[in-house]
């Protein structure tokens, strides 16, 4: 399995859209700044409603396009928000890993999640903030309990020193990819998002070049399927 990013002008095989959820402040938009433009601020405000990106790469020889979704946390959004996860085929539950209740939320977050969803929906618990490792206050053994018992992939991240950051996107996106190519049904970027074809969203392609990426997925504390 090979992936690589293209250029703006590549045909698109498939559209796939992936949410990002989780309490404010967490670092759900710094991951995705991370991945999508390699960025990070030290300044970044909260989101305030949904904002999305796109990036585009190839799996097995065909062409990806990523339309992430980034969801704002705070409670006042709820309602706005949970209308974006119809459609979604993948989603990355996010906590900070040095903030026990944003992992203690995550069960409600999935419930909402699933609620909304596929149920075919790519879900990964990410762990944000591995970098500040000495102030942990969730036990990876905690996190990957949890993941385990609600059939989560799992991942610890920081979106400041960019650990794991792509190899998280590119394992569910990957993971996506394998259900649809099982399934045989093609996803082109000119259909609507309708029938039988979730995740496939009609827009102009919008390709975010980004930094070539060790693609061996690394197992041990900082990883778990």
């Given at each position: ?15 796939f859209k992936v949410v990002l959820i989780g309490d ?15 960025e990070f601020s030290v300044d970044s405000k909260a ?59 995550m069960a409600r977050w999935l419930e909402e999640l ?112």
């Amino acid at each position: 399995m090979s992936n690589s990013y293209v250029d703006f002008n590549q045909k698109i095989d498939y559209v796939f859209k992936v949410v990002l959820i989780g309490d404010s402040a967490v670092g759900k938009s710094q991951l995705l700044a991370r991945f999508a433009r390699n960025e990070f601020s030290v300044d970044s405000k909260a989101t305030i409603g949904v904002e999305f990106q796109t990036k585009t790469l190839v799996i097995d020889q065909k062409t990806v396009k990523a339309q992430i979704w980034d969801t704002a946390g705070q409670e006042r959004y709820r309602a706005v928000t949970s209308a974006y996860y119809r459609g979604a085929v993948g989603a990355m539950l996010v906590y900070d890993m040095t903030k026990r209740q944003t992992f203690e939320h995550m069960a409600r977050w999935l419930e909402e999640l699933r609620g909304h969803a596929d149920k075919n929906t790519v879900i990964m618990l990410v762990a944000n903030k591995c970098d500040l490792s000495s102030l942990r206050a969730v036990p990876v053994e905690d996190a990957k309990e949890f993941a385990e018992r609600e059939n989560l992939f799992f991942m610890e991240t920081s979106a400041l020193d960019s650990t794991n950051v792509d190899t998280a996107f590119l394992r569910v996106l990957t993971e996506i990819y394998r259900t649809f190519s099982k399934k045989s049904l093609p996803m082109n970027a000119d259909r609507d998002g309708g029938g039988n074809n979730p995740g496939v969203l009609r827009g102009t392609q919008i390709a975010v070049a980004g930094p070539e990426t060790n693609n061996q997925w690394r197992r041990g504390c900082c990883f778990s399927s």
